[in-house]
């Protein structure tokens, strides 16, 4: 059965207009970047380009709405950047985008092409469902400082994603946790597209079916199911 995501009415109410899409994928095979996945990211950064002009990535309005909604629930958005935004910023930069493995580079180009948050979990660690929440305070979010694992805990009123076990990703979708994160052995995954007005439903629809073909090129023979947006 396919992962059940959920999101909490205070999230609903706090930014109204989000919408999200889950692609899952099954027979996944992962490894380290290599020429395919780093063509994706170096199209994905030139249509970056054309789409800005030579404007900054924060001018962009989708980018722009979430900016908006990292100030809604008390984020600096100019310190703590949306994954898309973040992406972006590295792709203009003088280092490009990093290499980090096929499946994530995958993503990467998507959320850079579109400018659009994109995040990927490994399957076979999520814990029960998941679910984009506001935070206590009192969660576990486990992860890595100085190379040692420690745990924090995110700010009250945080928006969050978090499985059974712990939270899986803070302040929406700028720091996700070592736990459940794509490596270089997952085989099951699943992507979380997230968008907010102004961006429509068949542009979010769009940027998914075209991370499904990729992982379908990458992965001949996996198993890919693209979501409804909701």
């Given amino acids: 059965m396919p992962l059940t995501l959920t999101v909490s009415d205070e999230v609903r109410a706090l930014v109204p207009g989000f919408t999200h899409l889950a692609i899952e994928a099954h027979g996944l095979v992962n490894g380290p970047s290599d020429e ?19 404007q900054a990535p924060d001018k962009d309005p989708h980018v722009a709405a979430w900016r908006a909604a990292y100030s809604a629930f008390g984020a600096k958005p ?17 280092g490009g985008l990093p290499r980090i493995n096929r499946l994530v580079d995958a993503y990467n180009a998507i959320s850079v092409a579109h400018l659009i948050p994109v995040g990927g979990e490994d399957l076979d660690k999520i814990q029960g469902s998941m679910r984009l929440v506001r935070a206590t305070g009192e969660e576990s979010f486990v992860t890595m400082v100085g190379g040692e694992e420690t745990v924090e805990h995110p700010e009250p009123g945080e928006v969050i994603w978090c499985d059974e076990a712990g939270v899986t990703c803070r302040r929406w979708n700028w720091r996700q946790g070592p736990r459940t994160r794509i490596d ?27 991370l499904a073909e990729s992982l379908e090129k990458l992965n001949p023979g996996a198993r890919v199911t693209v979501g409804t947006p909701e």
């Fill in 78 to 94: 100019s310190r703590t950047r949306n994954s898309a935004e973040a992406l972006a910023k590295r792709a203009l930069a003088d």
């Fill in 184 to 210: 270089d052995d997952t085989v099951n995954a699943i992507f979380l597209l997230e968008s907010l007005t102004p961006m429509t439903r068949e542009e979010l629809l769009a940027a998914g079916t075209e």
């Fill in 36 to 54: 395919a996945s780093s063509a994706l990211l170096d199209d994905a950064t030139r249509r970056l380009a054309e789409r800005l002009d030579g």
